[in-house]
């Protein structure tokens, strides 16, 4: 038999791809197989830097001429409060009322899946199954319409597919959680259930107060559960100690919505706008924990050439103002670059929460929606 083939890729600004716009090359140069290339990233040397006060210290504040309205915060976050976040958002926010992707394909334990992984690692019990959801067995009339602002054929925040035009977009409610799932955008390849060892990895989102419809990109007005205070009172002060710079009255700003996304090394989030949220001009929080990533930031236009920083656990992103509509993405999640600050060195309560965040980037984003 003869050797295979070798396959080689073409230049990342090849005329080859059907993308070739600057966003989409820059990612495609960042996601190149071997060792990520440092000089990709914006030289932050020369950049304008802002010294502000968040949680008793002065810290620095990078901000882009080119860019309005993006702030680069390194290590805005001290340690302990990265642990204290990361450990409510799984123990505390991945369970009803909230809604994860998972709950799509599984019927999860009404305290959390993160909750229930715990107790099993520390029992002597075999490991439990997750149940698998099927909504083709769901009857037609217990599915419940989504809320929807607006129709399909008005709607200019998002494309909604051909497929989705076909049939009417549907939820059931769990009886076990009085909660409304949504149908699930992709379906899986198995229907059988599933150890919780195969399922907690696929965890990717979880909605904070305001829900949202993933298929339509837009929020469920109706579904409004408990905004988390603690996240309350963290962005209130970050908001007021940024008031100077981002030009929005902190007596205006009002946590509505978030999402936490888990992202592990071969995940990426292409380039993309926020703009399902009445209210563009409140500042867009982002809080980066774990892995370190390579983030991408741009303009209103993909032609146009963005910029590229490595975000490090602590770190956080302000995006506000004009900068509030650009295009983002993150290409990269970079493997074993969790910090030492966030290992267990000793103290067995972290040890299940290090061995998640040695291969997973929690990224926290909250949003004004009104």
């Not at 205070?229 to 700003?253: A, C, F, M, R």
């Amino acid at each position: 038999m003869g050797r295979k083939k070798k396959v080689v890729v073409p230049p990342p600004d090849s005329d080859v791809w059907q993308n070739t716009t600057e966003f989409r090359i820059l990612e495609r140069k960042v996601k190149r197989k071997g060792q990520f290339d440092e000089s990709l990233l914006e030289n932050l040397q020369d950049k304008p830097c802002h010294t502000i006060q968040l949680f008793n210290r002065s810290i620095k504040v990078i901000a882009f001429d080119k860019f309005p309205g993006l702030y680069y915060i390194p290590n805005a976050i001290p340690v302990e409060l990265q642990k204290s976040i990361v450990k409510e958002a799984l123990e505390e926010w991945v369970r009803p009322p909230n809604v994860c992707n998972l709950d799509s394909h599984f019927h999860l334990n009404p305290n959390g899946i993160w909750n229930e992984y715990v107790a099993w690692k520390n029992s002597s019990q075999s490991e439990p199954k997750i149940k698998k959801r099927n909504f083709d067995t769901v009857q037609v009339d217990q599915y419940a319409p989504p809320s929807r602002n607006t129709t399909e054929e008005n709607c200019e925040t998002c494309k909604v597919t051909a497929e989705l035009k076909k049939k009417p977009l549907v939820s059931v409610l769990d009886t076990d959680t009085n909660v409304i799932i949504d149908a699930p955008v992709t379906k899986m390849s198995s229907n059988d259930d599933q150890n919780i060892t195969q399922v907690l990895p696929r965890l990717r989102w979880c909605t904070l107060g305001h829900q949202y419809n993933w298929s339509i990109k837009e929020y469920h007005f109706d579904r409004v559960p408990p905004f988390p205070q603690s996240i309350v009172d963290i962005s209130n002060e970050i908001v007021h100690s940024l008031e100077g710079l981002t030009q929005y009255p902190s007596s205006k700003w009002k946590p509505e919505a978030g999402i936490i996304n888990f992202y592990q090394p071969g995940d990426t989030l292409t380039a993309h706008q926020d703009k399902s949220e009445i209210n563009t001009q409140a500042p867009l929080l982002s809080f980066s924990f774990g892995l370190e990533c390579v983030f991408l930031f741009g303009t209103e236009d993909k032609s146009e050439k963005p910029i590229a920083l490595k975000l490090k656990s602590g770190d956080m992103v302000v995006m506000s103002g004009p900068g509030r509509r650009a295009f983002h993405g993150v290409p990269l999640v970079i493997k074993d670059t969790l910090p030492d600050t966030l290992k267990a060195n000793g103290d067995k309560d972290w040890d299940l929460f290090q061995d998640y965040l040695s291969h997973t980037r929690v990224n926290l984003n909250l949003r004004q929606v009104y």
